[in-house]
């Protein structure tokens, strides 16, 4: 029996009671966008720290501004200089609950129901992300009951503010640089490719974005009295708008595509295997036809490609009736997401000098985005933590792990490279139907367990 | 001594009386859209009723769902079958005068100042419209004083609900067809040039308006999870108004221009002629380009051509800050002006199918507008009432009349052509700077008194 066998079969026999800890934690409504909950925060991270100082780690629960951070560290005994260390992430806190009325059960009461033969934990924060990082917890406790010590060097980072916007993740990474600094980040908070297959998200969209402002007459006028000789500001932002895309779905500010590398071949392959319906994720939401660059897939549009959207427009009358008004201003929001090295301020001067370039010369156009933006996020497909990771997952599901995009961002990923200089691999095992942020969250009994197996297997992979 | 002659002295002998009479009506607050006026609006009728009545007209207060229609008919001593009838157009019901903080003397009592050199009589309804349709009754006076009789058959109809929109207007017009209807109608509602050239407006444009929406995906979605797949409505829109003028202004719906005919060179020429500076009127407004299709002037773009512009646009997230949202609808509002003989309803379908051929097949696009609309108005400029009216102008003035176009509609005009079967000539005495529906309406004691030499001449003009 190997050490690992050892391990897998610890977990399987204290399986009902790594349940209870979840169901533990998930009692306690760690609402940290609610102040009244702060209380909450405060005693679910004590709880943790409890847990793991139990283990043998040395666990704090670390004032911010905010809501505590808890910092653990494991030191095996027989570590040595070379042994790989690890960072591993998760938040504590978790989603508001209302809608109260919608809830089969009552949210921080976790119940395990079986609906056609599939085992689910429900509860507010059982998916996201109290679920996925105590698979985290149970895998190194697992190891410690089995083995006397963890194979690697791990620090625990399990913050309470992430549905919040992690206000104090940056000034706590920035002041705690080289305690935190590790050889990467294992993150927990994200999903599988379905209920069989295991997936490590490798790409991360960027993002920046802009606010457009465009001044024809200095004054709204009457569309009769002026309508002919006076410039319409929505015909000129819609001419902006209109050029942003060529007829191939393209996006045409000049520039745009500096840094966008072309998919490694064999993710494309890996990607174009997978069983996902193109025509059945656009008919879900009411479409048809692919509105991306032509001749990419639907998940290369999504995971791999960068995007020019408007996320609103205004000008004019917008009340009900007719109003013959010639408006002074036009105004829309744009967001931009990013891929592969592409610069988010050089991305936004593009734009905004492409902008300029459609004005007429008797009209303004004014930018009031705030700047700032993030590049994407990126590991190599042939990272060997990811590599090495995907490994591990193999070993547990039988099948190759997906190496997935996604088309939104995770922050924390670019603060832990751009703060810690370290890569994060992003490894979860939450389900499309998980419902997070919405009322019956729940999380997957399997999920919970093969989770639990799988970090076991990534720690051993990395172990001496 | 011609009776002219004698009619303008007596109108120069008894000018005070006819400022004493304006001040009179100007005292009545007759604010149509307040209820709680409606006292005064009845008020003022009965006293023009009297007064006409006093002349020798057979004149009446006659009853509609809302304030009462003035109609006084005369018919002179050596009336003839063939003697020309007309109509005279004006109404007794004026803005609300709020705010009244910013008047300098009380609306309602009406004042005299010489400003510069220019007196003007300061008050609610001076320009809009009681200064204005008493310069017919005033000119009507004289010649009855002078000489005795009118010189022609008249019918004065003088509304309460214009600034409501007149909504009896068109039953009483149809209840009343032959009664009312008469070689033709002169309204007194519009303006001069300038202070010292007189006008007639031939030209209308109509109006006809429509509200697009266009739907994507069923549902918002997120941007990051559905940017480059996912068909943005707001995109779409814009392509169809960025569609709707080629690069020299004009517009491209196919069939649009049907029933638009070139300015007669005659017109052209004479607006070419005016002292009207394209550059100013631009610039007073903040443009310095003008916008319509390339090749005419600026006036001949109000005034004789017609117009797809875009009253309002919204969609998405038009909050503060960003939302990362992919819209499911866009909207805008549309309105189209009219000239020569467009179809509203033609110009409508032929809209409806332009932008159908501009919606991907997978969005779907609703029109909401209620239809209706209205043709331009158009008397040709060689039209014998316009001639004969504008000779007399002349011979006021000493200067060629104007016949203006008005990028604005006036719909009593369609009514009398439609209802009645009548042409409109429209000869007004306001001036751009009355500030009527502003604080300190005036009208100058200039246009007013020009005004009434003006009507008694053009009733010679008309006279046996």
Redesign the interface.
């Known amino acids: 029996m190997t050490q690992l066998d050892a391990v897998l079969a610890t977990a399987a026999r204290d399986f009902d009671n790594s349940l209870e800890r979840l169901f533990r934690l998930v009692r306690i409504p760690s609402i940290s966008t609610d102040p009244a909950h702060a209380g909450d925060c405060d005693r679910t991270a004590a709880a943790i720290v409890a847990d793991l100082a139990a283990l043998g780690f040395k666990a704090e629960a670390r004032k911010t501004k905010g809501r505590p951070m808890v910092v653990a560290h494991y030191t095996p005994r027989n570590a040595t200089a070379g042994m790989p260390h690890f960072l591993f992430y998760g938040h504590y806190d978790v989603q508001p609950a209302d809608p109260l009325e919608l809830w089969q059960t009552p949210p921080f009461e976790p119940v395990v129901k079986t609906e056609k033969g599939v085992a689910r934990i429900y509860g507010r924060g059982t998916s996201d992300d109290k679920g996925q990082f105590m698979t985290f917890i149970e895998a190194a406790r697992a190891w410690i009951t089995a083995t006397g010590s963890l194979p690697i060097k791990a620090t625990f980072l399990i913050e309470g503010e992430e549905e919040s916007g992690s206000p104090s993740l940056v000034p706590f990474l920035k002041a705690n640089r080289k305690e935190l600094s590790c050889d990467a980040a294992f993150v927990c908070d994200t999903g599988m490719w379905d209920a069989r297959t295991p997936a490590i998200t490798t790409r991360l969209?960027g993002?920046v974005?802009e606010?457009v402002t465009i001044?024809?007459?200095?004054?709204d006028?009457?569309?009769?009295?002026?309508?002919?000789?006076?410039?319409?500001p929505?015909?000129v932002?819609?001419?902006?708008?209109?050029?942003?895309?060529d007829r191939n779905g393209k996006v045409t500010i000049p520039g745009f595509y500096d840094g966008v590398a072309d998919l490694p071949k064999a993710v494309r392959t890996q990607w174009r295997s997978l069983d996902f319906s193109?025509a059945k994720?656009?008919k879900d939401?009411?479409?048809?036809?692919?509105?991306?660059?032509k001749g990419k897939s639907?998940l290369e549009?999504?995971w791999a490609?960068p995007?020019a959207?408007?996320?609103?427009?205004?000008?004019?009358?917008?009340g009900t009736g007719?109003?013959?008004?010639?408006?002074?201003k036009?105004?829309?929001?744009f967001?931009f997401?990013l891929v592969g090295r592409q610069d988010p301020d050089k991305v936004l001067k593009a734009f905004q000098r492409f902008v300029k370039g459609l004005i007429?010369?008797?009209?303004k156009v004014a930018f009031s985005?705030r700047g700032g933006g993030s590049p994407a996020t990126e590991i190599p497909e042939d990272n060997p933590f990811i590599a090495r990771s995907a490994r591990a997952l193999k070993d547990e599901f039988r099948r190759d792990a997906v190496l997935m995009g996604?088309?939104?961002?995770i922050p924390i990923c670019r603060f832990f490279k751009d703060i810690l200089g370290m890569d994060s691999i992003l490894v979860g095992f939450a389900l499309a139907d998980d419902a997070i942020h919405s009322p019956n969250e729940k999380y997957n009994v399997e999920s919970f367990r093969r989770g639990i197996r799988s970090w076991a297997r990534i720690m051993g992979e990395f172990g001496a």
Chains 1, 2 share one sequence.
Not at 322 to 328: D, Q, W, Y
Not at 406 to 409: I, L, P, V
């Open positions: 969209r993002l974005h606010e001044t024809g007459p200095r004054i006028l009457h569309s009769g009295a002026y309508g002919g000789p006076a410039m319409n929505i015909r932002l819609s001419k902006v708008i209109a050029a942003l895309h193109e994720f656009l939401v009411g479409l048809g036809l692919p509105a991306g660059e639907v549009q999504i490609r995007t959207e408007v996320n609103g427009i205004w000008g004019g009358y917008t007719t109003k013959t008004v010639l408006p002074s036009a105004h829309a929001k967001t997401r007429p010369k008797d009209c985005g996604s088309g939104g961002s």
